[in-house]
């Protein structure tokens, strides 16, 4: 009975370790149906952590205005709607990681969708400054505008 057994439960070990490690995914195995991939507000600080060393880019989708008044750092503006007409000029490598956000995730889903579409390979995106820890800059020219909000 015992060597009837043996073989079966090596078997069984075998194919457990071998389902495991194709099953291990890591986030750049993440993208979904759309050819993205959609990460957590950790995972987009640790982009943004390791953003110069990875040559990656921070895209705030809602524009110059916004951008202004709160932004990630390292991250830089480009309108919405200027990646309905193609290739942006910011972003010449389609294999370049780059990082999308928006306020709540709505804007930068529907951009990470177009930039696959267009090509682009690294498109991520999460769900914006609705979750974001880290800092948030706002520039000179708005800071006057923050200050009058909390008044």
Known sequence: MKRKILPIIMILAISTALFAG???KDTDDKKNKDGYTHISGKEAAEFVENADKDDAKIVDVRGKVAWGMGHIP????????DF???????????????LLYCDYGGLSKRVA????????????EFNGLKVWKGEVIVEEEYKDLQEGESN
């Open 22 to 24: 194709c099953t291990k």
């Open 74 to 81: 390292k991250s830089i503006p480009i309108w919405y709607e």
């Open 84 to 98: 309905d007409k193609g290739e942006v000029k910011e972003l010449p490598d389609k294999n370049q990681k780059i």
């Open 113 to 124: 969708k177009r930039l696959a579409k267009q090509g682009y390979t690294n498109v991520y």
